[in-house]
């Protein structure tokens, strides 16, 4: 593989990688809340894919009819019926409980379907590309990154744009004067965060058809979107975009040089972008 | 955390004698003598038990540090790091280099090996610092990640297998242990006096101040930084001599295991169970995981379900843990670190 094919597919991983950020970042924008189990979400949903696979014979692609909408429930539930009740001033309650939940789904994940390594099959698209000039690109990875692009477009313009997004962001802005307007805060928290598992339950699903996943596989992800969010900037979805392809890239080229330090790479990247650029390469402005 | 620490002299003259600013009180007295009886009983325990009984004790020390030194960090600090294993993994690695591959003898190494953890985590803290709350616990777990992912790229220690304390090889197994347990009530001790001082010091009553309102330490005049900063050092050290101590017992280290995040989330069980913020509920939070630990750890990931869920439930219906059942307007802890004012008024409250 040459240089510029690494950072082509490095590129198109971004695309996924920001998928995965999104909703860690829209949950920490609107509650002030940060996830620990975010990464145990994807990994759900990439086992509700497999099961409704190996059960029903469900296309993996298919399958997200069924898995977005209910990660979206479960987001909303969790919200609700938990998280709410951490919200405040100390961070400490809702990372404690966000913590204990990740080591629940893992070890029940882990009960119930081993260690093994996983895959969700899509047959021959899993390794279908084409040639341009010296590049080789897969079409799933072309189409995951456009997928991501267009949704994360679609997010955008869903907050900037339509009635519920602004309520979204003056409940983001000051939940207080939000509630003398007639809204409810806590369903916006809720919405809030079944926008944020649907998106990463589709991630997840998404990269259990690019690569192996296990109950285990919840923590790295995490932090591969904690990483993109922060090179990117908080609070911006072009900026986790832009995170995300940085990341991508970082991790593509760390493995065409080292095969065995693709994730290394990433995290050093994180680093030296938290060292030199704390704020992120393209931090929050004023009207998005 | 909200003992009035109000100069005597502000408070207005009600007549009678003037009051008092006390630390502690009977509880305490009591408390800390009964500590030290159990320390000294612990320390002739080697006449007395098996090699087995001294080696998970050594456990239950390795929890008692890791779990005092975690909410230290957290519950003190405000810091929640989910990247102690940072730590405990340079701990057992600095061991195993300074004794196997320097020379130096393992006992001595174990407080050389929290020294290089504290040293390390100065730097580490510029770093993670520039986070604040959920991100910085993200933060801390890449780190620790990172140092993982670097030890195993040197194969002096065993790359990604990992490699065996060689230096006590041939010694007498049970002198060994011994002196491994002896070696562990020393840790248990300096790290559980260190915080008891630490926090009943002037730098304990900025840190408590800056954990409950850091914009209004900051304008008393408190540099809340150097005070994070020197808290993050401290439970680095106390981490690394943790990990010192288990590789000091195992004979072995395996990156993936004493780097594993699973440590943390055994901190987190620990203090949460036992009381966050406190210092007697750590201990509490020790003991009852220890024993958990011994009886159910058979039942594998079920296990960690168990343990998961109760700690979601006392965080969600019981934020203050068990010392905070036993103990909840904070008046009968068992060190001397509070403050309360002793008017004529408490004294008689106190004695009815």
């Given at each position: 593989?040459?240089?510029?094919?690494?950072?082509?597919?490095?590129?198109?991983?971004?695309?996924?990688?920001?998928?995965?950020?999104?909703?860690?970042?829209?949950?920490?924008?609107?509650?002030?809340?940060?996830?620990?189990?975010?990464?145990?979400?994807?990994?759900?949903?990439?086992?509700?894919?497999?099961?409704?696979?190996?059960?029903?014979?469900?296309?993996?692609?298919?399958?997200?009819?069924?898995?977005v909408?209910?990660?979206?429930?479960?987001g909303?539930?969790?919200?609700?019926?938990?998280?709410?009740?951490?919200?405040?001033?100390?961070?400490?309650?809702?990372?404690?409980?966000?913590?204990?939940?990740?080591?629940?789904?893992?070890?029940?994940?882990?009960?119930?379907?081993?260690?093994d390594?996983?895959?969700?099959?899509?047959?021959?698209?899993?390794?279908?590309?084409?040639r341009?000039?010296?590049?080789?690109?897969?079409?799933?990875?072309?189409?995951?990154?456009?997928?991501a692009?267009?949704?994360?477009?679609?997010?955008?313009?869903?907050?900037?744009?339509?009635?519920?997004?602004?309520?979204?962001?003056?409940?983001?802005?000051?939940?207080?004067?939000?509630?003398?307007?007639?809204v409810?805060?806590k369903?916006?928290?809720?919405?809030a965060?079944?926008?944020?598992?649907?998106?990463?339950?589709?991630?997840?699903v998404?990269?259990?058809?690019?690569t192996?996943?296990?109950?285990?596989?919840?923590?790295?992800?995490?932090?591969?979107?904690?990483?993109?969010v922060?090179?990117?900037?908080?609070?911006?979805?072009?900026?986790?975009?832009?995170?995300?392809?940085?990341?991508?890239?970082?991790?593509?080229?760390?493995?065409?040089?080292?095969?065995?330090?693709?994730?290394?790479?990433?995290?050093?990247?994180?680093?030296?972008?938290?060292?030199?650029?704390?704020?992120?390469?393209?931090?929050?402005?004023?009207?998005? | 955390?909200?003992?009035?620490?109000?100069?005597?002299?502000?408070?207005?003259?009600?007549?009678?004698?003037?009051?008092?600013?006390?630390?502690?009180?009977?509880?305490?007295?009591?408390?800390?003598?009964?500590?030290?009886?159990?320390?000294?009983?612990?320390?002739?325990?080697?006449?007395?038990?098996?090699?087995?009984?001294?080696?998970?004790?050594?456990?239950l020390?390795?929890?008692?540090?890791?779990?005092?030194?975690?909410?230290?960090?957290?519950?003190?600090?405000?810091?929640?790091?989910?990247?102690?294993?940072?730590?405990?993994?340079?701990?057992?690695?600095?061991?195993?280099?300074?004794?196997?591959?320097?020379?130096?003898?393992?006992?001595?190494?174990?407080?050389?090996?929290?020294?290089?953890?504290?040293?390390?985590?100065?730097?580490?803290?510029?770093?993670?610092?520039?986070?604040?709350?959920?991100?910085?616990?993200?933060?801390?777990?890449?780190?620790?990640?990172?140092?993982?992912?670097?030890?195993?790229?040197f194969?002096?220690?065993?790359?990604?297998?990992?490699?065996?304390?060689?230096?006590?090889?041939?010694?007498?197994?049970?002198?060994?242990?011994?002196?491994?347990?002896?070696?562990?009530?020393?840790?248990?001790?300096a790290?559980?006096?260190?915080?008891?001082?630490?926090?009943?010091?002037?730098?304990?009553?900025a840190?408590?101040?800056?954990?409950?309102?850091?914009?209004?330490?900051?304008?008393?005049?408190?540099?809340?930084?150097?005070?994070?900063?020197?808290?993050?050092?401290?439970?680095?050290?106390?981490?690394?001599?943790?990990?010192?101590?288990?590789?000091?017992?195992?004979?072995?280290?395996?990156?993936?295991?004493?780097?594993?995040v699973?440590?943390?989330?055994?901190m987190?069980?620990?203090?949460?169970?036992?009381?966050?913020?406190?210092?007697?509920?750590?201990?509490?939070?020790?003991?009852v995981?220890?024993?958990?630990?011994?009886?159910?750890?058979?039942?594998?990931s079920?296990?960690?379900?168990?343990?998961?869920?109760?700690?979601?439930?006392v965080?969600?219906?019981?934020?203050?843990?068990?010392?905070?059942?036993?103990?909840?307007?904070?008046?009968?802890?068992?060190?001397?670190?509070?403050?309360?004012?002793?008017?004529?008024?408490?004294?008689?409250?106190?004695?009815?």
């Amino acid at each position: 593989m040459t240089l510029l094919n690494a950072v082509v597919q490095g590129l198109l991983l971004g695309g996924l990688y920001a998928l995965f950020a999104t909703g860690l970042s829209l949950m920490f924008g609107v509650m002030r809340l940060v996830n620990l189990a975010h990464g145990e979400v994807a990994v759900l949903g990439a086992f509700g894919s497999l099961v409704l696979g190996t059960a029903l014979g469900v296309n993996p692609l298919l399958s997200l009819l069924v898995v977005v909408p209910a990660s979206a429930a479960l987001g909303y539930l969790t919200q609700r019926v938990v998280l709410d009740r951490t919200v405040g001033p100390s961070p400490l309650p809702s990372l404690l409980v966000t913590f204990g939940l990740s080591i629940v789904v893992q070890n029940l994940l882990l009960a119930t379907f081993t260690a093994d390594q996983r895959r969700l099959d899509v047959g021959a698209l899993t390794t279908a590309s084409f040639r341009a000039g010296d590049l080789s690109i897969g079409y799933l990875p072309l189409a995951v990154f456009t997928t991501a692009v267009a949704l994360l477009a679609g997010l955008s313009l869903f907050l900037a744009r339509t009635s519920l997004g602004r309520i979204i962001r003056a409940t983001s802005d000051d939940p207080q004067a939000v509630r003398l307007m007639g809204v409810d805060a806590k369903h916006v928290y809720g919405i809030a965060a079944a926008i944020a598992f649907a998106t990463v339950a589709l991630a997840g699903v998404v990269n259990g058809i690019q690569t192996n996943f296990t109950p285990l596989s919840g923590p790295l992800l995490l932090i591969i979107a904690f990483e993109a969010v922060i090179i990117g900037g908080l609070g911006n979805v072009w900026g986790t975009l832009l995170g995300g392809v940085v990341l991508g890239v970082a991790q593509t080229v760390g493995a065409w040089i080292d095969p065995a330090q693709q994730i290394l790479a990433g995290h050093l990247v994180f680093l030296l972008v938290l060292a030199l650029r704390p704020q992120g390469l393209l931090p929050k402005m004023a009207a998005t | 955390m909200s003992a009035p620490t109000t100069p005597a002299g502000s408070v207005p003259d009600v007549g009678a004698a003037p009051p008092r600013v006390v630390r502690g009180g009977r509880t305490s007295t009591v408390g800390t003598g009964a500590l030290v009886a159990v320390v000294v009983a612990l320390a002739v325990l080697p006449y007395l038990v098996t090699s087995a009984t001294l080696t998970s004790l050594v456990t239950l020390f390795v929890y008692v540090v890791i779990a005092v030194t975690w909410n230290l960090l957290a519950g003190y600090g405000g810091m929640v790091s989910v990247g102690q294993q940072a730590y405990i993994g340079l701990g057992a690695y600095g061991l195993v280099v300074a004794s196997d591959i320097i020379g130096i003898d393992p006992f001595l190494a174990v407080p050389l090996a929290a020294v290089v953890a504290g040293l390390v985590s100065i730097p580490v803290s510029f770093l993670a610092f520039r986070l604040v709350g959920g991100y910085f616990a993200i933060g801390t777990w890449v780190i620790a990640e990172v140092f993982r992912l670097v030890v195993v790229q040197f194969r002096e220690v065993g790359a990604g297998s990992g490699t065996s304390l060689r230096s006590l090889a041939g010694t007498d197994a049970g002198l060994r242990i011994a002196f491994t347990y002896w070696c562990g009530l020393i840790v248990v001790v300096a790290v559980v006096a260190g915080t008891v001082w630490l926090i009943s010091s002037r730098l304990g009553i900025a840190l408590t101040a800056v954990r409950d309102d850091a914009t209004a330490a900051a304008s008393n005049g408190i540099d809340v930084t150097r005070v994070k900063r020197v808290v993050f050092v401290a439970s680095a050290a106390g981490a690394g001599a943790a990990g010192a101590l288990l590789a000091l017992s195992s004979l072995r280290v395996q990156p993936d295991s004493v780097f594993s995040v699973q440590w943390t989330a055994f901190m987190v069980f620990m203090v949460v169970i036992g009381g966050v913020g406190t210092l007697e509920g750590p201990l509490v939070g020790a003991l009852v995981f220890f024993a958990l630990q011994e009886t159910l750890s058979d039942l594998g990931s079920v296990y960690l379900v168990i343990l998961g869920v109760i700690a979601i439930l006392v965080v969600l219906l019981a934020p203050r843990g068990v010392w905070g059942l036993v103990d909840p307007h904070r008046r009968h802890g068992l060190f001397p670190v509070g403050h309360r004012l002793a008017t004529a008024v408490t004294s008689r409250k106190a004695r009815s």
